[in-house]
Every structure is written in C-alpha cells, then in structure tokens.
C-alpha cells in the first residue's frame, strides 16, 4: 500500500496562475480532507469531503475548488493563485470521518510569486 | 466553540532532560486527542492518542500523555530528550459532532547537547 500520495512535492507559481495538487489514496478510505500549514498557525481545513460525489467547506475554503469523482482521488484546485495562498498543503484520509486518526500525505510545498 | 490551546510555542530543553509540551482544549463533549510530530520538511507522524480507554497514553518513542478531564488538558511528556526529538508537535483534538479536526498551533521543540 502507499498509503495517501501527494503530487507534487514542490511548486513554484506566478500570480495569477492556476493549478492543481493532486492527492490520491488506496486504502478505499471514504472521508479525505485537504489542510494548509502556515507558521504558528497549525493546520487549517480548507475542504472535505465524506464520499464521492460529495464535497464541503472547511474554515479557509476562499480561492480553493475540490471534486470528487473517485473514492480514490480527491485533488486541489487554485483558480488564480494568490501570494497568500503560499503554504504546505497536506491531504488526509481515513475510512470515515469517526475513524480518526486519519493517514497524512508527505504534503505539497507550494510559492506563489 | 471547540479549541485546542498549546500554551508554549517554543520550548527549548538540553539533551537528557525532561520535556513537557502542554496542551488545553475547551469542550462540551468528551473529546478524542491526539499528539502528531513534524520533523522538518516532512509530513505528520502520530505520536499517540487517547479515545476514552486510560487516561495516561503511552505512544512511539518514549513519548506519553496524560489525559485530565477536571483541567481539560493533554500534556505531552518524555523523561529524557534525545537529539532527534528536535521538531514541532501538534495537539489535536476530534469531536464526533464535528466534520474536522482541530489542531493547536503547534510547539516546536529543541533540543541542545
């Protein structure tokens, strides 16, 4: 199992540009969240979702977009990246959202210029 | 509202002394906690958890927590430091009511020779 993978590890962005972290996990987990780190700041959640198909906010969901199609899958999307949104991006599993902990990815270290 | 608290953002100990990292949560339900580490530029390890069971958890380590419900606290103690402990530690907390976690802000750890 690889457990919950993260890609990519880096990113670099101008302005304004828009892109997508990927997140994808094989343990047929059913609830996946997506968190940002900034310093002193903790984790913060940006969205969740409870199943495929399902999806919701989270404290800072502003400027953030998620889908999810497969149980497997679960990417990020930024529309117009902002310098604000400069982070580490951590994805996160578990069987349900009762099932905690839940399983971290190595997380995404993501500048925006 | 639900929070966690970690009262010292930094906590600074010689190699073979104890550490202590002290953490609060205000609740009107009874909580699950949790310890995760974060080594730099890496992602979060569980160090323990408390769901309820014994109060006193031990985790990876050399790591353990004592839950205290009368002062709503979830300190994290280890009886002698090594060099590699040397990172930043979350307190979170999980309510069964809520959709997220809730993680503190986090302690970072150092450790001297």
């Known amino acids: 199992n690889a457990g919950v993978t993260q890609t990519p590890k880096f990113q670099v962005l101008k302005t304004g540009q828009s892109m997508t972290l990927q997140c994808a996990q094989d343990?047929?987990?059913?609830?996946m969240s997506w968190y940002r780190q900034d310093p002193g700041m903790g984790l913060r959640l940006i969205h969740y979702s409870v199943g495929a198909g399902i999806t919701d906010q989270g404290e800072v969901p502003n400027g953030y977009n998620v889908s999810r199609s497969t149980t497997e899958d679960f990417p990020l999307r930024l529309l117009s990246a902002a310098p604000s949104q400069t982070s580490v991006y951590f994805c996160a599993s578990s069987y349900s959202y009762s099932d905690q902990p839940q399983h971290f990815g190595d997380g995404t270290r993501l500048s925006i210029l | 509202a639900q929070s966690v608290t970690q009262l010292d953002s930094h906590v600074s100990v010689s190699e073979g002394t104890p550490v202590l990292l002290r953490c609060n949560y205000s609740s009107s339900y009874s909580p699950s906690l949790f310890w995760y580490v974060q080594h730099p530029n890496k992602g979060l390890q569980l160090l323990l958890k408390y769901t309820s069971a014994a109060t006193l958890v031990k985790g990876i380590n050399g790591f353990e927590a004592e839950f205290k419900k009368s002062e709503t606290s979830f300190h994290l103690t280890k009886p002698s430091a090594h060099m590699s402990d040397a990172a930043e530690y979350f307190c979170v907390v999980f309510w069964e009511a809520g959709t997220a976690l809730i993680f503190g802000k986090g302690t970072t750890l150092s450790v001297s020779s």
């Open positions: 343990m047929n987990h059913e609830y």
